[in-house]
């Protein structure tokens, strides 16, 4: 055999790399893209559906489709991405759609959200704004466009909204409007005209309505003493007969009480979750004074934590909760009938969701999609039994094979099972392969068995994927969840350092590639597991990360919540202990950094400072930042990039 020369062998070596490179990058362009379907909502009528999907850049449009006529769509409006983004649409008639619009804004050095309802025409004409206008003289200024809390079923193009008032200075008239806060009211969507239907309240947060006008439930925030700020705590009450009544208080600090999410009209009950035995369970309570409380739903391991409504009346019909996978229990028999016939005849692994109805609910969108399938639409015909397909989420995928996603458990240190998702490249042996630990956001989250673009991308770069649900994670109840995943850094991180020694000791992960990656509190789970265990991982990519727990409290200063996040992160030694910005010389991996400038979940500021630590004690750092981005990099373009540079980064 001939010896090749030092030349050739560098040569054969750079050209196996950039071919690498290039198949990453291809993939990065097929997984990168937003998903092609991001809202969908089906007219009164059952004829004529509306979606958003990503334009070029930062835009994105809304299309419709009369269904009558094929599926051609026709795109209504557009939004540039500059700063706000179309976030959701619904019908409020046969031809009109009010949507809402969101986004970040910077001002004097400040991150400020901002949103906006306005209705427009199926065919883009007669556009309305719906956002309440700010009168010149207000003591104030919001940003925040208001909701859609009733779609008003039996009055064609009027809404009930819930939108925020700012009072009005006096100068010389007696017109001025005296009163903040936020109030219900019914406004005609084709000209703005709007009348009350509850009046502005300063301390109300929340109005709840029972799908056919009538705001039934009222949330009240509570003050922290004699200050201004938030107390942690919400206070509930229903109408009954012409007055406030008492429903209950939920402290959404402590996870405890009864926290409200619909009124059924047909049983006079209001349906939300309420802790039972450690666990969420489904709760009704009656709110015709009598105080019955009704446990709908509770499961013995995991929170029922899912709420299934239908319809333009939003009406109730089942509660769900995740073990390995989601389970959805419904209380209308049709419908439960309806979603296992769906069930099989789309495929034995699919799930099935209903996700709108025309207005006497006898045409159905539906979504259906599994591990290897992002999801499709269909409409289906109840006379007919029609099941027509509409519309891929990710078209761009179809052609791709996909990792199967497999439950599975993994002893931590202290014996505790923990339970997580591992998926294998397709056609792998699953052996002394390249693997992620790719620990989920939050930590108030958890994965569940689903697809998932960012492993499958992964996946098929050839790399074994595990996401566990580490102990802090939510959906298992409270004795899971510990303090939260901040102040039991030690469990919940420790768990994700366990999850990468199991991918080794198994055989399926090569010590030598063995990586972790994590966005918001995954990639500061992905940080600190290179502290807790510095020999462990050999890269690590961390998107959007918390990286020091005393800056993270100072990050809510000015807002209505620093109490409410002081007593969440906590003190004590853990802030500096479970901080990676200030431990960076135990971290031995390589480090990669990807954050958004416009991020109000976690700033940019975490990222910077990650930088500076590491690179202060000559540790290999990168940072890639986003301009003008938020929190969940919604750009088709930052995407690919950042899936892109990672794949180069992680070693094989």
Known sequence: MRKLSKKIIISILLAGVASTAASANEQAKIFGQMPAVADISLSPDGKKIAFISPGPGTRTDLYSIDLDKGNSPLRVTTSSGEPDN?????????????????????????????????????????????????????????LGGGDIIDWLPGEENKIMMSRYHLAEE???????????????????????????????????????????????????????????????????????????????????????????????????????????????????????????????LKHDKVDVNGLIRIGRKNRVVGGSYALEKRTGIYFDTELANLASALGKALGEDYSVQFSDANLDESKLLIWGGSDIDPGQYFLFDKASKELRP???????????????????????????????????????????????????????????????????????QGFAVLQPNFRGSAGYGDEWY????????????????????????????????????????????????????????????????????????????????????????????????????????????????????????VEIRHSRAMQDSLKAVSKPVTFVEYKGLEHSLRNSAARIDMLTKSAAFLPK
């Open 390 to 460: 509409l519309l891929g989420v990710r078209p761009s995928l179809e052609n791709s094979k996909l990792g199967r996603v497999k439950p599975i458990s993994y002893p931590a240190a202290d014996g505790t099972m923990i339970p997580g998702y591992l998926t294998l490249p397709p056609d792998s042996t699953g052996k002394n392969i390249p693997a992620i630990v790719m620990p989920h956001g939050g930590p108030e989250s958890r994965d569940e068995w689903g697809f998932n673009w960012l492993a499958q991308f992964y996946v098929s």
């Open 482 to 601: 510990k303090k939260n995943g901040f102040q039991s850094w030690r469990t919940s991180v420790g768990d994700v350092t366990d999850a990468g020694k199991w991918l080794v000791a198994q055989g399926i992960a090569k010590p030598s590639a063995l990586s972790i990656v994590g966005w918001s509190y995954g990639g500061y789970a992905a940080l600190q597991s290179a502290v807790l265990a510095p020999d462990l991982f050999k890269a690590v990519v961390a998107i959007a990360p918390v990286t020091d727990l005393l800056m993270l409290k100072n990050d809510s200063k000015g807002y209505y919540d620093q109490a409410v996040v002081r007593d969440y992160v906590g003190a004590g030694p853990h802030i500096k202990e479970g901080s990676p910005a200030q431990n960076a010389t135990v971290i031995k991996a390589p480090v990669m950094l990807f954050h958004g400038e416009y991020d109000r979940n």
């Open 170 to 296: 006096k100068i010389g008239t007696r017109i001025a409007k005296t009163k903040n806060g936020l109030a219900a009211e019914i406004i005609d969507t084709t000209n703005g005209r709007a009348n009350y239907a509850e009046r502005p309240s300063e301390e109300a947060v929340e109005y709840i309505t029972d799908g056919i006008g009538n705001v039934r439930i009222k949330g009240m925030r509570t003050k922290l003493g004699g200050t201004e700020l938030d107390s942690g705590e919400i206070k509930y009450f229903y109408e009954l007969d012409g007055k406030w009544a008492s429903l209950g208080e939920l402290n959404y600090a402590n996870r405890t009480g009864f926290n409200p999410y619909a009124v059924d009209a047909a049983t006079n009950r209001a349906f939300g979750f309420q802790p039972i035995d450690g666990r969420k369970a489904l709760v009704a309570i009656a709110l015709d004074g009598s105080g019955n409380e009704e446990v709908v």
């Open 86 to 142: 179309l976030y959701w649409c619904g019908w409020t008639s046969d031809i009109r759609l009010a949507c809402k619009t969101v986004g970040t804004t910077e001002y004097a050095g400040q991150l400020y959200s901002l949103s906006k309802v306005f209705a427009v025409n199926m065919d883009g004409s007669d556009p309305q704004l719906l956002t309440k206008k700010q009168g010149q003289n207000a003591l104030g200024y919001s």
